[in-house]
Protein backbone atom coordinates (compact mmCIF):
# COMPACT_ATOMS: atom_id res chain seq x y z
CA UNK A 1 0.00 0.00 0.00
CA UNK A 2 2.80 2.32 1.08
CA UNK A 3 4.78 1.65 -2.13
CA UNK A 4 1.60 2.16 -4.24
CA UNK A 5 0.86 5.37 -2.58
CA UNK A 6 4.17 6.52 -3.32
CA UNK A 7 4.37 5.70 -6.91
CA UNK A 8 0.85 7.92 -6.60
CA UNK A 9 2.35 10.95 -5.14
CA UNK A 10 5.46 10.67 -7.57
CA UNK A 11 2.78 10.48 -10.50
CA UNK A 12 1.06 13.89 -9.09
CA UNK A 13 4.43 16.20 -8.40
CA UNK A 14 4.94 15.83 -12.01
CA UNK A 15 1.37 17.35 -13.02
CA UNK A 16 1.85 21.04 -14.35
CA UNK A 17 0.42 23.88 -11.95
CA UNK A 18 -2.69 24.26 -14.73
CA UNK A 19 -3.24 20.47 -15.50
CA UNK A 20 -4.02 20.05 -11.33
CA UNK A 21 -6.34 23.32 -11.52
CA UNK A 22 -7.90 21.40 -14.69
CA UNK A 23 -8.09 17.96 -13.18
CA UNK A 24 -9.79 19.43 -9.83
CA UNK A 25 -12.24 21.21 -11.61
CA UNK A 26 -13.63 18.25 -12.87
CA UNK A 27 -13.49 16.64 -10.02
CA UNK A 28 -14.87 19.13 -8.09
CA UNK A 29 -17.79 19.45 -10.77
CA UNK A 30 -18.10 15.69 -10.22
CA UNK A 31 -18.97 15.68 -6.40
CA UNK A 32 -21.43 18.62 -6.48
CA UNK A 33 -23.34 16.81 -8.80
CA UNK A 34 -24.14 14.33 -6.49
CA UNK A 35 -25.50 13.79 -2.84
CA UNK A 36 -25.96 15.50 -0.82
CA UNK A 37 -25.15 18.69 -3.13
CA UNK A 38 -27.07 17.14 -6.24
CA UNK A 39 -26.32 19.84 -8.27
CA UNK A 40 -26.85 17.78 -11.31
CA UNK A 41 -26.56 20.39 -14.24
CA UNK A 42 -22.78 20.47 -13.63
CA UNK A 43 -22.36 16.97 -14.73
CA UNK A 44 -23.33 17.81 -18.02
CA UNK A 45 -19.71 20.33 -18.35
CA UNK A 46 -17.85 18.56 -15.77
CA UNK A 47 -15.51 16.62 -17.57
CA UNK A 48 -14.59 19.65 -19.89
CA UNK A 49 -11.52 20.79 -17.71
CA UNK A 50 -10.09 17.19 -17.40
CA UNK A 51 -10.36 16.73 -21.44
CA UNK A 52 -8.67 20.02 -22.01
CA UNK A 53 -6.06 18.76 -19.75
CA UNK A 54 -5.24 15.84 -21.26
CA UNK A 55 -5.15 17.31 -25.12
CA UNK A 56 -1.78 16.92 -26.78
CA UNK A 57 -0.50 14.07 -24.32
CA UNK A 58 1.03 10.79 -24.63
CA UNK A 59 -1.20 8.74 -23.25
CA UNK A 60 1.24 7.90 -19.66
CA UNK A 61 0.40 11.96 -19.15
CA UNK A 62 -3.41 11.68 -19.82
CA UNK A 63 -3.59 8.10 -18.04
CA UNK A 64 -2.23 10.16 -15.04
CA UNK A 65 -4.25 12.92 -15.44
CA UNK A 66 -7.62 10.84 -15.91
CA UNK A 67 -6.05 8.97 -12.38
CA UNK A 68 -5.39 11.68 -9.98
CA UNK A 69 -9.05 13.19 -11.20
CA UNK A 70 -10.63 9.79 -10.13
CA UNK A 71 -8.43 10.02 -6.72
CA UNK A 72 -10.30 13.72 -6.16
CA UNK A 73 -13.49 12.70 -7.06
CA UNK A 74 -13.69 8.59 -4.93
CA UNK A 75 -12.08 10.68 -1.91
CA UNK A 76 -14.51 13.02 -2.02
CA UNK A 77 -17.78 11.27 -2.62
CA UNK A 78 -16.68 7.78 -0.39
CA UNK A 79 -15.37 9.19 2.88
CA UNK A 80 -18.53 8.11 4.71
CA UNK A 81 -16.85 4.66 4.50
CA UNK A 82 -14.40 5.31 7.09
CA UNK A 83 -17.96 5.15 9.56
CA UNK A 84 -17.46 1.67 9.58
CA UNK A 85 -14.70 2.24 12.46
CA UNK A 86 -17.45 3.45 14.31
CA UNK A 87 -20.05 1.18 13.37
CA UNK A 88 -18.26 -1.79 12.72
CA UNK A 89 -15.78 -1.59 15.32
CA UNK A 90 -12.87 -1.89 12.45
CA UNK A 91 -9.69 -0.06 13.31
CA UNK A 92 -9.83 3.16 12.20
CA UNK A 93 -6.30 2.84 10.37
CA UNK A 94 -7.94 -0.04 8.68
CA UNK A 95 -11.18 1.82 7.55
CA UNK A 96 -8.92 4.44 6.01
CA UNK A 97 -6.55 2.32 4.21
CA UNK A 98 -9.73 0.64 2.97
CA UNK A 99 -11.41 3.86 1.50
CA UNK A 100 -7.63 4.26 -0.12
CA UNK A 101 -7.78 1.15 -1.38
CA UNK A 102 -11.12 1.88 -3.20
CA UNK A 103 -9.29 5.09 -4.13
CA UNK A 104 -7.06 3.54 -5.32
CA UNK A 105 -8.45 0.48 -7.97
CA UNK A 106 -11.56 2.35 -8.96
CA UNK A 107 -9.25 5.36 -10.58
CA UNK A 108 -7.84 3.20 -12.74
CA UNK A 109 -11.07 3.46 -14.64
CA UNK A 110 -10.68 8.00 -14.96
CA UNK A 111 -6.75 6.63 -15.69
CA UNK A 112 -8.08 4.26 -18.51
CA UNK A 113 -10.25 6.90 -20.06
CA UNK A 114 -7.78 9.52 -20.05
CA UNK A 115 -5.44 7.02 -21.62
CA UNK A 116 -8.46 6.15 -23.87
CA UNK A 117 -8.90 9.54 -25.36
CA UNK A 118 -5.27 10.02 -26.66
CA UNK A 119 -5.32 6.57 -28.34
CA UNK A 120 -8.92 7.65 -30.01
CA UNK A 121 -6.69 10.61 -31.77
CA UNK A 122 -5.90 9.03 -35.14
CA UNK A 123 -9.78 8.18 -35.55
CA UNK A 124 -12.12 10.54 -37.96
CA UNK A 125 -13.51 13.59 -35.65
CA UNK A 126 -17.06 12.98 -36.62
CA UNK A 127 -16.55 9.19 -35.00
CA UNK A 128 -14.30 10.44 -31.84
CA UNK A 129 -17.15 12.25 -30.72
CA UNK A 130 -19.58 9.25 -30.21
CA UNK A 131 -16.41 7.10 -29.30
CA UNK A 132 -15.61 8.78 -26.28
CA UNK A 133 -18.54 8.04 -24.45
CA UNK A 134 -19.25 4.79 -25.80
CA UNK A 135 -15.26 4.14 -23.96
CA UNK A 136 -16.90 5.39 -20.98
CA UNK A 137 -20.20 3.02 -20.70
CA UNK A 138 -17.23 0.07 -21.37
CA UNK A 139 -15.91 1.19 -18.74
CA UNK A 140 -18.43 1.77 -16.30
CA UNK A 141 -20.13 -1.72 -17.11
CA UNK A 142 -16.82 -2.99 -16.19
CA UNK A 143 -16.17 -1.39 -13.02
CA UNK A 144 -20.18 -2.38 -12.30
CA UNK A 145 -19.12 -6.15 -12.59
CA UNK A 146 -15.57 -6.82 -11.82
CA UNK A 147 -14.53 -8.14 -8.77
CA UNK A 148 -18.07 -8.50 -7.37
CA UNK A 149 -18.95 -5.13 -8.93
CA UNK A 150 -19.30 -1.69 -7.63
CA UNK A 151 -21.90 0.57 -9.99
CA UNK A 152 -21.93 3.29 -7.36
CA UNK A 153 -21.64 6.89 -8.93
CA UNK A 154 -21.81 6.17 -12.47
CA UNK A 155 -21.88 9.33 -14.10
CA UNK A 156 -26.20 8.54 -14.96
CA UNK A 157 -26.86 7.76 -11.16
CA UNK A 158 -26.18 12.19 -10.85
CA UNK A 159 -29.72 12.91 -12.48
CA UNK A 160 -31.94 10.72 -11.20
CA UNK A 161 -33.68 14.03 -9.92
CA UNK A 162 -33.89 14.98 -14.21
CA UNK A 163 -37.00 12.54 -14.36
CA UNK A 164 -37.74 13.59 -18.08
CA UNK A 165 -33.98 12.48 -19.54
CA UNK A 166 -33.90 8.97 -17.32
CA UNK A 167 -36.93 7.49 -18.56
CA UNK A 168 -34.68 6.06 -21.68
CA UNK A 169 -33.48 3.62 -18.74
CA UNK A 170 -36.55 1.61 -19.56
CA UNK A 171 -33.97 0.82 -22.68
CA UNK A 172 -30.87 1.49 -22.75
CA UNK A 173 -30.22 0.83 -18.40
CA UNK A 174 -28.06 3.82 -16.13
CA UNK A 175 -25.34 3.66 -18.80
CA UNK A 176 -27.57 5.16 -22.04
CA UNK A 177 -27.81 8.48 -19.71
CA UNK A 178 -23.77 8.30 -18.38
CA UNK A 179 -23.39 8.02 -22.81
CA UNK A 180 -25.63 11.07 -23.09
CA UNK A 181 -23.58 13.16 -20.27
CA UNK A 182 -20.22 12.16 -22.10
CA UNK A 183 -21.32 12.99 -25.37
CA UNK A 184 -22.70 16.68 -24.08
CA UNK A 185 -19.43 16.92 -22.45
CA UNK A 186 -17.05 16.03 -25.62
CA UNK A 187 -18.69 18.18 -27.91
CA UNK A 188 -19.44 21.11 -26.15
CA UNK A 189 -15.11 20.95 -25.69
CA UNK A 190 -14.98 20.17 -29.19
CA UNK A 191 -17.06 23.30 -29.82
CA UNK A 192 -14.97 25.68 -27.55
CA UNK A 193 -11.55 24.03 -28.77
CA UNK A 194 -13.15 25.19 -32.32
CA UNK A 195 -14.14 28.90 -30.98
CA UNK A 196 -10.65 29.45 -30.02
CA UNK A 197 -8.65 28.09 -32.41
CA UNK A 198 -11.20 29.32 -35.26
CA UNK A 199 -10.81 26.26 -37.01
CA UNK A 200 -14.19 24.35 -37.64
CA UNK A 201 -13.65 20.72 -37.93
CA UNK A 202 -15.15 18.59 -41.12
CA UNK A 203 -18.92 17.61 -40.27
CA UNK A 204 -19.00 19.63 -37.40
CA UNK A 205 -22.27 21.32 -38.07
CA UNK A 206 -23.95 17.77 -38.64
CA UNK A 207 -22.84 16.07 -35.41
CA UNK A 208 -23.98 18.86 -33.02
CA UNK A 209 -27.48 18.78 -35.33
CA UNK A 210 -27.44 14.88 -34.79
CA UNK A 211 -26.43 15.31 -30.89
CA UNK A 212 -29.62 17.94 -30.22
CA UNK A 213 -31.78 15.65 -31.91
CA UNK A 214 -30.54 13.03 -30.14
CA UNK A 215 -31.46 14.87 -26.78
CA UNK A 216 -34.39 16.17 -27.52
CA UNK A 217 -36.02 12.88 -28.76
CA UNK A 218 -34.40 11.20 -25.23
CA UNK A 219 -36.35 14.14 -23.60
CA UNK A 220 -39.71 13.57 -26.24
CA UNK A 221 -39.81 9.91 -25.11
CA UNK A 222 -39.22 10.84 -21.30
CA UNK A 223 -42.54 12.89 -21.13
CA UNK A 224 -44.37 10.51 -23.17
CA UNK A 225 -43.54 8.15 -20.32
CA UNK A 226 -44.04 10.52 -17.42
CA UNK A 227 -47.38 10.99 -18.68
CA UNK A 228 -48.67 7.38 -18.37
CA UNK A 229 -51.08 6.75 -15.73
CA UNK A 230 -50.75 3.83 -13.75
CA UNK A 231 -54.38 1.22 -13.26
CA UNK A 232 -55.72 1.56 -9.72
CA UNK A 233 -56.67 -1.87 -9.63
CA UNK A 234 -53.53 -2.86 -9.37
CA UNK A 235 -52.41 -0.82 -6.56
CA UNK A 236 -51.79 -2.20 -3.04
CA UNK A 237 -51.28 -0.16 0.55
CA UNK A 238 -48.13 -0.83 2.12
CA UNK A 239 -47.03 0.62 5.73
CA UNK A 240 -43.11 1.27 6.02
CA UNK A 241 -41.88 0.71 9.42
CA UNK A 242 -38.13 2.85 10.39
CA UNK A 243 -36.90 1.55 13.89
CA UNK A 244 -33.54 3.79 13.77
CA UNK A 245 -31.81 1.32 16.11
CA UNK A 246 -28.27 2.32 16.69
CA UNK A 247 -26.00 -0.02 14.98
CA UNK A 248 -23.95 -0.17 17.97
CA UNK A 249 -27.23 -1.87 20.15
CA UNK A 250 -28.19 -4.23 17.45
CA UNK A 251 -25.91 -7.37 18.29
CA UNK A 252 -25.84 -6.79 22.06
CA UNK A 253 -28.75 -9.06 23.85
CA UNK A 254 -29.37 -7.00 26.30
CA UNK A 255 -30.94 -4.07 24.02
CA UNK A 256 -33.34 -6.89 22.03
CA UNK A 257 -36.38 -6.73 24.25
CA UNK A 258 -36.10 -2.55 23.90
CA UNK A 259 -35.98 -3.46 20.16
CA UNK A 260 -38.70 -5.99 19.37
CA UNK A 261 -40.81 -3.24 21.94
CA UNK A 262 -40.03 -0.45 19.76
CA UNK A 263 -41.33 -1.96 16.16
CA UNK A 264 -44.71 -3.33 17.86
CA UNK A 265 -44.95 0.13 19.25
CA UNK A 266 -44.52 1.73 15.41
CA UNK A 267 -46.40 -1.34 13.87
CA UNK A 268 -49.46 -1.03 16.10
CA UNK A 269 -49.65 2.92 14.97
CA UNK A 270 -49.07 1.67 11.26
CA UNK A 271 -51.72 -0.72 11.55
CA UNK A 272 -54.14 1.31 12.53
CA UNK A 273 -54.77 2.68 8.36
CA UNK A 274 -55.26 -1.14 7.80
CA UNK A 275 -52.46 -1.68 5.18
CA UNK A 276 -52.66 -4.80 2.75
CA UNK A 277 -48.62 -5.14 4.21
CA UNK A 278 -46.53 -4.15 6.84
CA UNK A 279 -42.42 -3.89 6.19
CA UNK A 280 -39.79 -3.85 8.81
CA UNK A 281 -36.29 -3.38 7.24
CA UNK A 282 -33.38 -5.32 6.83
CA UNK A 283 -32.25 -7.84 10.27
CA UNK A 284 -34.65 -6.24 12.09
CA UNK A 285 -35.36 -9.16 13.76
CA UNK A 286 -32.43 -9.04 17.18
CA UNK A 287 -30.88 -12.09 17.11
CA UNK A 288 -31.27 -14.98 14.92
CA UNK A 289 -34.35 -15.81 13.33
CA UNK A 290 -36.13 -19.29 14.87
CA UNK A 291 -33.26 -19.91 16.83
CA UNK A 292 -32.29 -17.28 19.26
CA UNK A 293 -33.66 -15.41 21.74
CA UNK A 294 -36.03 -18.30 22.54
CA UNK A 295 -39.91 -16.87 22.15
CA UNK A 296 -39.29 -14.03 20.12
CA UNK A 297 -39.90 -14.99 17.01
CA UNK A 298 -43.51 -16.40 18.38
CA UNK A 299 -43.82 -13.27 20.11
CA UNK A 300 -44.42 -11.59 16.43
CA UNK A 301 -46.55 -14.18 15.20
CA UNK A 302 -49.02 -13.92 17.87
CA UNK A 303 -48.91 -10.00 17.25
CA UNK A 304 -48.90 -10.41 13.10
CA UNK A 305 -52.25 -12.76 14.30
CA UNK A 306 -53.83 -9.85 16.52
CA UNK A 307 -53.24 -7.06 13.72
CA UNK A 308 -54.82 -9.96 11.08
CA UNK A 309 -51.88 -7.43 8.25
CA UNK A 310 -48.98 -9.55 6.81
CA UNK A 311 -45.42 -8.49 7.69
CA UNK A 312 -42.11 -8.74 6.12
CA UNK A 313 -39.13 -8.41 7.95
CA UNK A 314 -35.37 -9.19 7.45
CA UNK A 315 -33.01 -11.40 10.06
CA UNK A 316 -29.91 -13.26 10.25
CA UNK A 317 -30.80 -17.12 9.75
CA UNK A 318 -28.13 -19.41 11.19
CA UNK A 319 -28.27 -23.00 9.59
CA UNK A 320 -25.99 -24.87 11.38
CA UNK A 321 -22.83 -23.44 10.37
CA UNK A 322 -24.14 -21.36 7.59
CA UNK A 323 -25.57 -17.64 8.15
CA UNK A 324 -28.15 -16.10 5.42
CA UNK A 325 -29.39 -12.35 5.34
CA UNK A 326 -33.01 -12.93 5.15
CA UNK A 327 -36.25 -11.75 4.49
CA UNK A 328 -39.43 -13.64 5.29
CA UNK A 329 -42.73 -12.88 4.67
CA UNK A 330 -45.59 -13.93 7.66
CA UNK A 331 -49.29 -14.06 6.23
CA UNK A 332 -52.09 -12.71 8.92
CA UNK A 333 -52.23 -15.69 10.55
CA UNK A 334 -48.47 -15.68 11.48
CA UNK A 335 -47.41 -18.88 9.82
CA UNK A 336 -44.44 -18.41 7.35
CA UNK A 337 -45.05 -17.67 3.84
CA UNK A 338 -41.79 -18.20 1.79
CA UNK A 339 -38.17 -16.62 2.55
CA UNK A 340 -35.62 -14.99 0.45
CA UNK A 341 -31.96 -15.54 1.14
CA UNK A 342 -29.74 -12.62 -0.27
CA UNK A 343 -28.30 -13.36 -3.68
CA UNK A 344 -25.37 -10.88 -3.99
CA UNK A 345 -22.85 -10.12 -0.55
CA UNK A 346 -21.10 -7.46 0.13
CA UNK A 347 -17.23 -7.86 -0.11
CA UNK A 348 -16.04 -7.09 3.53
CA UNK A 349 -19.55 -6.40 4.68
CA UNK A 350 -20.80 -10.31 4.49
CA UNK A 351 -17.79 -12.32 3.67
CA UNK A 352 -14.11 -12.22 3.51
CA UNK A 353 -12.69 -12.39 -0.08
CA UNK A 354 -9.19 -14.27 -0.34
CA UNK A 355 -10.32 -15.06 3.49
CA UNK A 356 -7.37 -17.89 3.40
CA UNK A 357 -4.69 -16.20 1.69
CA UNK A 358 -4.59 -13.64 3.71
CA UNK A 359 -5.42 -15.15 6.97
CA UNK A 360 -4.53 -11.31 9.11
CA UNK A 361 -7.82 -10.14 7.83
CA UNK A 362 -10.17 -12.53 10.10
CA UNK A 363 -8.41 -10.49 12.73
CA UNK A 364 -8.77 -6.98 11.43
CA UNK A 365 -12.39 -7.88 9.88
CA UNK A 366 -14.24 -10.21 12.11
CA UNK A 367 -17.28 -11.63 10.86
CA UNK A 368 -18.25 -14.81 10.10
CA UNK A 369 -18.94 -15.11 5.76
CA UNK A 370 -22.74 -15.38 5.02
CA UNK A 371 -23.81 -17.84 2.41
CA UNK A 372 -26.18 -16.43 -0.40
CA UNK A 373 -29.02 -17.78 -1.56
CA UNK A 374 -29.74 -19.18 -4.88
CA UNK A 375 -33.10 -18.37 -5.37
CA UNK A 376 -35.32 -15.33 -6.80
CA UNK A 377 -37.74 -15.56 -4.32
CA UNK A 378 -41.51 -14.02 -5.47
CA UNK A 379 -43.57 -13.37 -2.52
CA UNK A 380 -46.87 -13.07 -2.64
CA UNK A 381 -49.55 -10.45 -1.23
CA UNK A 382 -53.32 -10.01 -1.65
CA UNK A 383 -54.45 -6.32 -2.05
CA UNK A 384 -58.07 -5.70 -1.26
CA UNK A 385 -60.11 -3.00 -3.32
CA UNK A 386 -63.56 -3.30 -1.27
CA UNK A 387 -65.26 -6.46 -2.13
CA UNK A 388 -62.57 -7.23 -4.22
CA UNK A 389 -59.64 -8.99 -4.03
CA UNK A 390 -56.96 -9.90 -6.30
CA UNK A 391 -52.93 -11.70 -5.62
CA UNK A 392 -49.76 -10.36 -6.97
CA UNK A 393 -46.23 -10.97 -6.25
CA UNK A 394 -43.44 -9.44 -4.90
CA UNK A 395 -39.83 -9.30 -4.85
CA UNK A 396 -36.86 -8.38 -2.25
CA UNK A 397 -33.84 -6.98 -2.61
CA UNK A 398 -31.86 -6.66 0.52
CA UNK A 399 -29.34 -3.86 1.56
CA UNK A 400 -27.08 -2.93 -1.62
CA UNK A 401 -28.99 -5.35 -3.97
CA UNK A 402 -30.92 -2.40 -5.12
CA UNK A 403 -27.80 -0.84 -7.03
CA UNK A 404 -27.21 -4.32 -9.04
CA UNK A 405 -29.27 -3.76 -12.02
CA UNK A 406 -28.60 -7.45 -13.19
CA UNK A 407 -30.32 -8.56 -10.20
CA UNK A 408 -33.13 -6.75 -10.11
CA UNK A 409 -34.19 -7.73 -13.84
CA UNK A 410 -33.62 -11.18 -12.77
CA UNK A 411 -36.36 -10.84 -10.22
CA UNK A 412 -38.30 -9.12 -12.62
CA UNK A 413 -38.03 -11.68 -15.21
CA UNK A 414 -38.91 -14.12 -12.16
CA UNK A 415 -42.47 -12.75 -12.06
CA UNK A 416 -42.27 -10.23 -9.40
CA UNK A 417 -44.77 -6.87 -10.02
CA UNK A 418 -43.19 -4.53 -7.48
CA UNK A 419 -40.00 -4.48 -5.92
CA UNK A 420 -39.16 -3.87 -2.38
CA UNK A 421 -35.83 -2.70 -0.70
CA UNK A 422 -34.72 -3.49 2.70
CA UNK A 423 -31.65 -1.88 4.19
CA UNK A 424 -29.85 -1.08 7.16
CA UNK A 425 -27.72 2.25 6.66
CA UNK A 426 -26.96 2.89 9.98
CA UNK A 427 -23.53 1.33 9.42
CA UNK A 428 -22.14 4.86 7.97
CA UNK A 429 -24.28 7.17 10.11
CA UNK A 430 -24.96 10.44 9.04
CA UNK A 431 -23.20 11.27 5.71
CA UNK A 432 -23.70 10.90 2.25
CA UNK A 433 -24.04 7.11 1.83
CA UNK A 434 -28.23 7.00 2.47
CA UNK A 435 -28.43 9.17 -0.87
CA UNK A 436 -26.24 7.71 -3.09
CA UNK A 437 -27.65 4.36 -2.00
CA UNK A 438 -31.25 5.93 -3.17
CA UNK A 439 -30.14 6.59 -6.76
CA UNK A 440 -29.24 3.18 -7.26
CA UNK A 441 -33.29 2.33 -6.67
CA UNK A 442 -34.50 5.26 -8.50
CA UNK A 443 -32.71 3.57 -11.76
CA UNK A 444 -33.55 -0.22 -10.80
CA UNK A 445 -37.42 1.28 -10.53
CA UNK A 446 -36.93 3.12 -14.42
CA UNK A 447 -35.11 0.57 -15.89
CA UNK A 448 -37.67 -2.09 -15.04
CA UNK A 449 -40.76 -0.15 -14.56
CA UNK A 450 -41.68 -1.72 -11.30
CA UNK A 451 -42.27 0.80 -7.94
CA UNK A 452 -40.03 0.18 -5.36
CA UNK A 453 -40.82 0.48 -1.89
CA UNK A 454 -37.88 1.22 0.71
CA UNK A 455 -37.82 0.31 4.16
CA UNK A 456 -34.42 1.42 6.09
CA UNK A 457 -33.92 0.84 9.78
CA UNK A 458 -31.19 4.19 9.59
CA UNK A 459 -31.56 5.44 5.61
CA UNK A 460 -34.19 6.63 3.57
CA UNK A 461 -37.67 5.02 3.54
CA UNK A 462 -39.94 5.69 0.90
CA UNK A 463 -41.37 4.94 -2.47
CA UNK A 464 -40.62 5.61 -5.78
CA UNK A 465 -42.98 5.16 -8.62
CA UNK A 466 -41.81 3.07 -11.28
CA UNK A 467 -41.09 6.84 -13.07
CA UNK A 468 -38.41 7.27 -10.87
CA UNK A 469 -40.64 9.94 -9.08
CA UNK A 470 -39.30 9.38 -5.12
CA UNK A 471 -42.59 10.20 -2.32
CA UNK A 472 -43.79 9.41 0.62
CA UNK A 473 -40.52 10.02 2.41
CA UNK A 474 -40.34 9.08 6.03
CA UNK A 475 -39.21 12.36 7.56
CA UNK A 476 -38.75 14.19 10.87
CA UNK A 477 -39.81 17.83 11.96
CA UNK A 478 -36.28 19.21 10.42
CA UNK A 479 -36.70 17.29 7.24
CA UNK A 480 -34.58 14.98 7.93
CA UNK A 481 -34.89 11.73 6.22
CA UNK A 482 -32.02 9.70 7.61
CA UNK A 483 -32.00 9.18 11.54
CA UNK A 484 -36.14 8.97 12.22
CA UNK A 485 -37.81 6.79 13.96
CA UNK A 486 -41.45 6.45 12.65
CA UNK A 487 -43.53 4.95 9.84
CA UNK A 488 -45.22 5.69 6.79
CA UNK A 489 -47.94 4.65 4.71
CA UNK A 490 -48.60 4.77 0.99
CA UNK A 491 -49.98 3.09 -2.06
CA UNK A 492 -47.68 0.86 -4.68
CA UNK A 493 -48.48 -0.75 -7.63
CA UNK A 494 -47.76 -3.65 -9.40
CA UNK A 495 -47.16 -4.32 -13.10
CA UNK A 496 -46.51 -7.27 -15.18
CA UNK A 497 -45.23 -5.53 -18.31
CA UNK A 498 -41.72 -5.67 -19.00
CA UNK A 499 -39.53 -3.34 -20.40
CA UNK A 500 -36.40 -3.86 -23.54
CA UNK A 501 -34.20 -3.47 -20.95
CA UNK A 502 -35.84 -6.16 -18.31
CA UNK A 503 -35.67 -8.72 -21.49
CA UNK A 504 -32.51 -8.30 -23.23
CA UNK A 505 -30.23 -6.50 -20.31
CA UNK A 506 -27.43 -4.17 -21.46
CA UNK A 507 -27.95 -4.36 -25.47
CA UNK A 508 -26.73 -0.73 -25.21
CA UNK A 509 -23.41 -1.53 -23.53
CA UNK A 510 -22.83 -4.23 -26.61
CA UNK A 511 -24.19 -1.73 -29.32
CA UNK A 512 -20.95 0.78 -27.64
CA UNK A 513 -18.50 -1.90 -27.54
CA UNK A 514 -19.20 -3.48 -31.18
CA UNK A 515 -18.78 0.64 -32.29
CA UNK A 516 -16.09 1.00 -30.30
CA UNK A 517 -14.13 -2.50 -31.71
CA UNK A 518 -14.92 -1.08 -35.30
CA UNK A 519 -13.81 1.77 -35.37
CA UNK A 520 -10.48 1.17 -33.86
CA UNK A 521 -9.91 -1.83 -36.67
CA UNK A 522 -11.26 -0.17 -39.80
CA UNK A 523 -11.67 3.65 -39.02
CA UNK A 524 -8.76 5.97 -38.92
CA UNK A 525 -8.02 9.39 -40.59
Known amino acids: MLRTLTKIKGIIAKLP ?9 SAIFIILSFPKYDIFPLCWVALIPLLFAIEGCTWRQAFARGYFTGIVVYCGTLTWFINMAATAEIPLPLAVAALIGMAIYLSVYYGLFGAGIVLLAERKWHFRVFMCPAMWVILEFARDHLFSGFGWLSLGYSQYKFLSLIQIADITGVMGVSFLLVLTNVILKESLGAYFKKETPRYFNAVILLTVVLLAAVIFYGRAKLSVQPREEEMIEVAVVQGNIDQNKKWRPWHWPEIINKYFALTEAAAASKPDLIIWPETSFPGYLWDYPPGMFADIQRFVREHKIPLLFGAVLREGEEYFNTAVLLDETGEVVTRYDKLHLVPFGE ?165 FILNMIFLKE
Request: proline share 3%; hydrophobic share 45%.
Open 351 to 515: FLPLRNVFPILKELIPIADFTNGEIATQFPVVAKKGSREHSNHFSVLICFEDTVARLARRLVNAGAGLLVNITNDAWFLDSKEPHLHLQGAVFRAVENRRDIIRAANTGISCFISRKGEIHAVLKDAEDDPTYVEGHITSSAAFYRRKTFYTQYGDVFVFICFSF
Open 17 to 25: RRTIFFCLL
